[in-house]
């Protein structure tokens, strides 16, 4: 036990102070002197790395500790006695009873600091190459350290899962002691060497192509080629140079060969816009973003398409609501739906790089530091997506009898607006941007509401459900479109309706019938207004 070790003077206290200290784990004691006793309170927590301060991540850390109290009586020969001991984690606590229950509990918290510390911890090849000068307390005790030596110091305490980490300056920061490298004196300049950025292709039983690092591929040969472990794995496999064929024992078949510049996304001649990662997105939809991700809140994120993710991008919450950073991305067009699988960057055994398949329109949280790291500084000008404008709402009854139809054309001729394609209702909200619709069913020329006892509101899915049925049961003859005004027409030729946006007609409530204002409750089950029965009729 070092000076710097606090102490109670209770051999059991003492010896769980020892072992937590061990581990590396935080510990506190605090002390109070009553008339006929002095009382201890032991606190023991992780410390939290730099790199998660101030992070979720950093909050769940800072939330698990263990809270001992001990007591002892001022007389000769007292022996100390645990009254209460308490752990905690960042999501509730419980009571323990035993030392044997609080030793498993400072083994737990010591197992996890020692694994949250290596994963934050910088890496052996973190260290600069250069001689190290070291500071105490921000006073320089030795100059010349090799960077050897440091990278033992770094190797040495990730083993241990004691915490560390590298600053801004790529000095090791060891509580009161910095490694700071020595730049040495100006020379002339040599240029450095080319980075690795070959890449391979993968392809796992002729699915679609994944783009890896070279280095990855190659290990992934020699080990099916070398290692005796994974030899026994592999049925068979032919290589030659960079390329091979393997097929495993369990089923996969393997097929690596050098990536060409069809396989790789190509480099934009321009960052692309906020626009233009973003998509076309509603006010509703970001409000959301916004609300569920405070980075998105202040600016320091943005929603980002799924098909235009690239290497090296930041994703808030991709795994397990710790942000990861994307190393590969397997994109697939078809036959059938398109998806895009991104990989995250390797930090652990421990824990998974595959990501989840997302719709290329499906929005990621993407940090907008490494946007600008990917594809450079975003323009002063770039900003993101405005939300549609809200729509003018009018008088219910001006809307419902507004009728652009000409009177001698037939609704399936004559609606207004563009066509909507079968293959746009996959993502609703790029066509029916409206969450509520009123629906007017026609009726010998005249749109009419339903019976009361049907309601005139329809939500966005089920305007979708109708539009895919009148679609798919009459291909190739019925027709939708979308009015400028965001009112949706659909016909096959025996029947129509339309459905108007909520938002357009003034005061408009769910319980009430826009036609004559009566409550839906108490007005029956009859037309709105001595209209027929609301069904899908000749036109």
Known sequence: MTAETPKTGIKNADELITLAVAFGLTVTVETTDRDTLTSYVVRIAIPVPVAYAGTELGRTIAGGSVALLWTKAKKKGARGCLVDATVWSAAD??????????????????????KYARDAAPLPEDVVDTPHAVFVDGHQVHAGIPAEHVRTIVKNRRFRGWTFHQD???AICIEGRRYVPVQPAPAEETPAPAADERQHVRITNDGPAEVIPTREALDEINAAMMQPEVKRTVKRMSASQSTAHIVYRDGRTVYLRPATPGDVFPTPAERPTDAELTGDIDA??????AETFPAIADGSALPVRADMIRPGMEVIAAHLDETRTVSAVTAFVGPGAPWVRPTWTFRSHDESTTGSTFPPDMHLMVTRASLDAVFGPAPAEDTAPAAPATPVARPAAEVLAADPIPAEASVLKGMPGREITREELRTLRDVLVHTDYVVQLRDSGAWILPNHDDHADITRGSVAVVLRRMLDNAPGHARTTLDTDGTVYVSNGRQAARYIPAALIADHSTELCPG????????????CKRTRAAELVQV
């Open 93 to 114: 606590h419980r009571k323990v009873r035993t030392l044997r229950a609080i030793n498993a509990a400072i083994d737990t918290l010591g197992h996890a600091s020692a």
């Open 168 to 170: 801004d300056e790529n």
């Open 284 to 289: 509703e939809l970001a409000a959301y973003y």
């Open 516 to 527: 004559c204002h009566t409550p839906y409750a108490a007005n029956g089950d009859g037309p």
